[in-house]
């Protein structure tokens, strides 16, 4: 039978990758707030980092905001903008 006891929420271990992942998108996020709606955004992969792991984090970031990109690569430079909104009419 295993061992039960009871903790304090506060002595819970956390995920520490949880932590970076949410540390990363969060940096993310503001590269998509950053550039609004009348401009794009550059990312250029730093050594060790691919054009699809900016894609995958952008990508990522843009669900969790609930905004929509485009993002289109040009050799090792990754350019995002705001997907324009369609008005009704």
């Known amino acids: 039978m295993p061992?039960?006891?009871i903790v304090p929420t506060t002595e819970v271990p956390q995920r520490k990758v949880a932590s970076r992942e949410a540390a990363v998108r969060a940096e993310y996020v503001g590269y998509i707030d950053k550039i609004g709606r009348t401009h794009a955004g550059k990312l250029t992969p730093s050594e060790g980092e691919t054009t699809q792991a900016l894609r995958r984090r952008l990508g990522a970031a843009a669900k969790h905001t609930g905004k929509e990109l485009v993002v289109?690569?040009?050799g090792q430079d990754?350019?995002?903008?705001?997907?324009p909104s369609r008005?009704?009419?």
Do not use: Q, S
Request: no cysteine.
């Open 3 to 5: 061992k039960f006891h």
């Open 72 to 74: 289109k690569r040009n």
């Open 78 to 83: 990754i350019y995002f903008w705001r997907k």
């Open 87 to 89: 008005r009704k009419a």
